[in-house]
C-alpha cells in the first residue's frame, strides 16, 4: 500500500507561521447555513465583529475588510492612497517587502527600497536620513512590515514612527501587520499608524480568505486625491454601502468567526495573548540556542532584540538542506514547519508559534524538529527541548 495516502494518527501539528491552528469554537461558530447578509440579524454579528477588530487594532478609525488573502489588502491600500508616480520609501527586509514593492511599481508607484541586512532588519536613522533629504517632499508614505514572516525579524513601530517625525516629514506611515497582529504589541493610534494591513488566517486564528486595512484620517484625505484605477477594492464605493466594505456579496460565515475570535481573544485578554506569544517565542528561542551548538543550526535573525515572538526562522549549517529536515518533521511526524522562500529556499526553516497555541504545543513541536534535525544528521547540540522546559516551568 503507498505511504502517500496512509492515514496519520493522531491530530496534525500545524507548525507552519500562517495560516494558523483554528479553534474548535471559532469553527464551530462558522458552521452555519448562508443568511441575508443585509438581514438584521446578520448586520448586528457583522458590526460587533468590525467592533471587535477595531479594540484590538486600538484605533477608532476606518477599518476597510476585503474577500482576499493579505496580498489583496496590499493591493487595496495601494489603490486606494497613491497615483501613478508618486513615491514611496520601503526598505527591503525580506520576501514579504520586496513582493509589497513589487506590486506598487505594477501601478507606477516610484519604489525606494533601499537594501538592507535580512538578517538585521532596516535602521530608523537611515529613515530619518532620507527624510530629512527629501526636501520637496515627494516620497508620499514609508511602508514597513511589522515582521518579516520569511526572516522572523520583527521592528519597534515605535521608534520608526520617531524617525519620521524626527525628520518633520509628512509621509503616511504605513505597515503590514499580517504575521504580528493578534501576536504581539500593537497600537496603531498611539503610535500614529496611517494605514494597516492584516489578514485572517495569523494572530486572529481563522481561515484565510478576509484580509482588511485600517486608516487614519489622514490616509483618508490621501484617498481622495488618489487617482489609481481601481473598482472592486474603492474605499468610497465601500464607504456608500451599509456594511463600508466589499463591493459585492459579502461573505457571511466568516464574520461568525471572526466574532467569536475576538471573543476568545478578549477574554484572554490581549495584553495576556500577547505575554503568552511571548512566553512560547522565547522558549522555541531556548530550544535553538542550544541546538546552535556543535557548529549546528542557529537563528536566521542575527539581532536577538529583534527576534519574533510569531515566527522563529531557523538557519542551516552550509551543506544540509532544510526541506530534508521538513519532510521528516512532516511525513514521519505529522507536523507541518515552515519553509524557506525564494531566496532563502533550503536555506532555513520556520516554526511558527501563533495563534492558538500552548505549551505542550509548543513543546511537541520542539521535540519534532530534535528528532528530525537528528534524522536528517544536521549538526546541533541535544537538549534543546530540555531548555524550553525549563523556561516555561520557571516563566
Known amino acids: 500500500m503507498s505511504t502517500t495516502s496512509a492515514r496519520k494518527p493522531g491530530r496534525l501539528f500545524f507548525a507552519n507561521p500562517g495560516p494558523t491552528n483554528i479553534p474548535d469554537s471559532v469553527l464551530r461558530a462558522m458552521d452555519r447555513a448562508t443568511v441575508d447578509f443585509m438581514g438584521s440579524d446578520f448586520l448586528e454579528v457583522y458590526d460587533e465583529a468590525v467592533a471587535g477588530l477595531k479594540r484590538l ?62 538578517r ?60 504580528s497582529f493578534g501576536s504581539f504589541e500593537f497600537r496603531m493610534k498611539e503610535w500614529g499608524i496611517d494605514g494597516v494591513v492584516g489578514g485572517s488566517q495569523k494572530g486572529l486564528m481563522l481561515p484565510a480568505g478576509l484580509a482588511f486595512t485600517a486608516v487614519s484620517a489622514k490616509a483618508l484625505e490621501a484617498h481622495k486625491r488618489a487617482t489609481i484605477t481601481r473598482f472592486y477594492f474603492d474605499w468610497t464605493k ?78 542551516m549549517p552550509d551543506g544540509h538542506d532544510a526541506e530534508a529536515v521538513r519532510a521528516i518533521a512532516y511525513d514521519r511526524f505529522n507536523v507541518s514547519l515552515g519553509g524557506g522562500l525564494e531566496p532563502l529556499g533550503g536555506k532555513l526553516f520556520r516554526i511558527g508559534h501563533m495563534g492558538d497555541l500552548n505549551e505542550p504545543m509548543i513543546l511537541g513541536t520542539l521535540g519534532v524538529v530534535e528528532m528530525s534535525l537528528r534524522l536528517a544528521h544536521v549538526p546541533h547540540a541535544r537538549g534543546g527541548v530540555d531548555a524550553a522546559i525549563d523556561y516555561l516551568a520557571t516563566a
Open 238 to 315: 465601500m464607504m456608500a454601502r451599509r456594511h463600508r466594505s466589499f463591493v459585492g456579496t459579502v461573505p457571511v460565515s466568516p464574520f461568525y468567526g471572526l466574532r467569536e475570535s475576538v471573543r476568545l481573544i478578549e477574554a484572554e485578554g490581549i495584553e495576556a495573548v500577547w505575554h503568552r506569544h511571548h512566553r512560547l517565542a522565547e522558549a522555541t528561542r531556548r530550544a535553538v540556542s542550544i541546538w546552535s551548538g556543535n557548529e549546528g543550526v542557529s537563528f536566521y535573525c542575527a539581532d536577538p532584540k529583534r527576534r519574533s515572538d510569531s515566527v522563529t526562522a531557523v538557519k
Open 57 to 118: 487594532l486600538f484605533t477608532e478609525g476606518e477599518v476597510f475588510v476585503y474577500t482576499s488573502s493579505g496580498h489583496g489588502a496590499w493591493e487595496a491600500t495601494l489603490q486606494n492612497l497613491f497615483s501613478p508616480g508618486d513615491r514611496i520609501l520601503m526598505p527591503e527586509a525580506g520576501y514579504f517587502s520586496r513582493t509589497w514593492g513589487a506590486m506598487a511599481r505594477q501601478y507606477g508607484i516610484e519604489v525606494e527600497m533601499p537594501e538592507t541586512d535580512w
Open 120 to 179: 538585521r532588519g532596516p535602521e530608523a536613522a537611515r529613515i530619518t536620513e532620507r527624510l530629512v533629504a527629501d526636501k520637496g517632499h515627494e516620497i508620499k508614505a514609508v511602508c514597513i512590515v511589522h515582521n518579516e514572516t520569511s526572516t522572523g525579524v520583527a521592528l519597534d513601530l515605535k521608534t520608526i514612527r520617531e524617525a519620521i517625525d524626527a525628520a518633520g516629514h509628512p509621509a503616511l506611515f504605513l505597515v503590514d501587520t499580517i504575521s
